[in-house]
Nanobody
């Protein structure tokens, strides 16, 4: 079982940037597709970004495409989410997760290990 711990959340002004990190322990994540999801209060979990095992393929949710960038460092067992031009609707808890699939899937049901999440607040 892999343990995932997110960090880097906080308060930022609209238009600002944050970089989230996801530290994995327990086993290497190099064999896992990794994803970021977010959930705002009273909302369903929303796909943000995913990256394939080797990092060659990425996918993004429509609402963040062009502003967010997902990356990974398998040697460090880390995944990152660079968030630029943040909008107030980006306020949510952001969680990273591992998937057994090889494709960078946007479906949360295809992810089986989840971190506790990092809270991001975007002030307007």
């Amino acid at each position: 079982q892999v343990r995932l711990v997110e960090s880097g959340g906080g308060l930022v002004q609209a238009g600002g940037s944050l970089r989230l990190s996801c530290a994995a322990s327990g086993r290497p994540i190099s064999s896992s597709t990794m994803g970021w999801f977010r959930q705002a209060p009273a909302n369903e979990r929303e796909f943000v970004a995913a990256i394939s095992r080797g990092g060659l393929t990425t996918s993004y949710g429509e609402s963040v495409r062009g502003r967010f960038t997902i990356s990974r460092d398998n040697a460090k067992n880390m995944v990152y989410l660079q968030m630029n031009s943040l909008k107030p609707e980006g306020k949510a808890v952001y969680s990273c997760a591992t998937s057994w699939l090889s494709a960078a899937s946007p479906d949360p049901l295809q992810y089986n290990n989840w971190g506790q999440g990092a809270k991001v607040t975007v002030a307007s």
